[in-house]
């Protein structure tokens, strides 16, 4: 598909948010029977029920709950639901996710609740190297829909793919380059879509043709033409990646975690002189993000500098928090970690001339 990630912020409630008005439709129409009244009680629904929930963990997420919000403005300024903000856990910065006995997600009809439309995180945050270690516990219920947004981790490790609703994500990270989306999505979702007379008919906006999930898995993704070249690349990524590990994409964790692992013990060794910004449970293994002595904006300029006599380029920390990061995507062999890892070490202690 076309948008990239953050087009995913937009298609994922347009689409989403119609199944969930399908589903009760037809529990309306069983019910009730009478069109009127069917009407009648889902445009009600709408008002009181609809709900999104969101875990906050990152800028990315963030960015996500934002465009959830000014998308379902026009129904009502609750419908997004913040179950959990990781600010407010870390001194108003990013950094860790909270205790999940913390989030406060809407409860599911099994619970004695409502349920959401669904369920939106954002596996691994690229500005501020946080990463969820694995599926969240909290959402193994299968009444919740859950969409995941993985951008950045795509290939990197295994993912069952049946826990979840959508996971969506731009190429450019692990994939190959920009220009297309990829999109799993649960195939009973396809068939969940109410007639767009109804869906307009309580107030819910359809989504535009490029972003409707439906028409393009009929229309094999060709529903209008996609940028060929960086198609053609992303196949030849993945056949790469088969070759190397003999058949099995999953064979791309190892090399992940390893290089991740490289850089990470040499950061833990020098204390004094490197900080880890997000907390150990949680690190990146895409995005490795530290300070140097602290954030000392001349240490800081003085490391970039010698990284760039050695050709490692790109590590300067993103424009809105600053310090150093090291994105370790699976185009980044391990020859260039190790080069990565030597000058870390002699950064911390020069060799002698």
């Known amino acids: 598909m076309h948008g990239g990630g953050s087009g995913g912020f937009s298609s994922t409630v347009y689409n989403l948010v119609a199944a969930w008005v399908e ?36 800028s990315w997420s963030l960015k996500a709950s934002q465009e959830a919000a000014r998308l379902l403005e026009p129904l009502g300024s609750d419908l997004v639901n913040v179950a959990v903000d990781a600010r407010k856990a870390n001194e108003g910065k990013f950094g860790k996710i909270p205790a999940e006995e913390t989030w406060n997600l809407t409860p599911t009809r099994r619970q004695g609740g409502k349920g959401s439309a669904f369920v939106y995180y954002c596996d691994n945050e690229t500005v501020d190297g946080v990463e969820f270690p694995g599926f969240p516990k909290s959402l193994e219920d299968n009444e919740r829909l859950v969409v995941a947004d993985m951008s950045s981790n795509f290939i990197s490790r295994r993912v069952d793919v049946s826990k979840y609703a959508v996971i969506f994500g731009g190429a450019q990270k692990n994939i190959g380059i920009t220009d297309i989306t990829l999109v799993i999505i649960r195939k009973d979702l396809l068939t969940t879509v109410p007639p767009l007379s109804f869906l307009h008919a309580v107030g819910v906006w359809s989504p535009p043709i490029v972003f409707d999930y439906p028409t393009i898995a009929k229309n094999n993704s060709l529903y209008n033409t996609l940028p060929i070249f960086s198609v053609w690349i992303a196949g030849e990524v993945m056949r790469g990646i088969l070759n190397t ?47 140097v002595n602290h954030g000392d904006a001349e240490k800081e300029k003085e490391f970039l500098a010698g990284a760039e006599k050695r050709m490692l380029q790109g590590l300067k920390g993103h424009r809105s928090v600053g310090g150093i990061r090291a994105s370790n995507y699976n185009a980044v062999p391990v020859e260039n970690v190790k080069k990565l890892a030597s000058y870390l070490v002699d950064f911390v202690q020069p060799p002698m001339t």
């Not at 529990?27 to 969101?54: F, I, P, T």
């Open 23 to 58: 589903r009760r439709r037809r529990e309306a129409e069983k019910e009730l029977g009478d069109a009127e009244k069917v009407l009648e009680r889902v445009r009600k629904q709408v008002r009181e029920e609809l709900r999104l929930d969101y875990l906050v963990t990152g």
């Open 245 to 291: 590990h003999n058949n099995k994409i999953a064979g791309q964790e190892e090399v992940a975690n390893t290089k991740a692992k490289m850089i990470y013990d040499i950061l833990d060794a020098s204390p004094e002189v490197y900080q880890v910004v997000p907390d150990k449970s949680v690190r990146s293994r895409m995005n490795i993000c530290f300070r």
